[in-house]
């Protein structure tokens, strides 16, 4: 038995983490378990679906903070160039900014 926290490699994922503290489980792979009911066979396999979702998610949430805080500065940068500097960003991803505008005011004039 490990104690509960210890850094252990999971048995089931090879996955470090904290232990659950019990048998050589991480606190997800452990829960994992529990929730599966805690077949004999172990716990289930992760959901790599699911955690791909979680992150393209993530990715997306972080992408419109960034296009929304270009959206608050836009009206008062004289220039792109200006804007990408104040945002720390490239052209590049001001282009895109841009053309991610012009879709949604498209699409806002069709619905
Ligand atoms: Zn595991």
């Known amino acids: 038995m490990t104690a509960r926290g210890t850094l252990i490699v ?3 994922c090879g996955v470090p983490g904290s232990s659950s503290g019990a048998f050589e489980l991480t606190e997800a792979c452990y829960s994992r378990w ?4 805690k077949p004999k066979s172990g716990p289930p396999p992760r959901n790599p679906e699911k955690g791909k979702q979680a ?10 903070m ?12 004289a220039t ?9 960003v490239s052209l590049r991803t001001i282009w895109s900014y841009e053309q991610e505008i012009k879709a949604r005011e498209r699409a806002a004039r069709v619905a």
């Open 10 to 12: 999971c048995w089931c």
């Open 34 to 37: 529990l929730r599966a009911g």
């Open 55 to 64: 992150r393209t998610e993530g990715l997306r949430r972080a992408k419109e």
């Open 66 to 77: 960034r296009l929304q805080r270009y959206l608050q500065i836009r009206d008062d940068c």
């Open 80 to 88: 792109q160039a200006e804007a990408a500097a104040q945002l720390g």
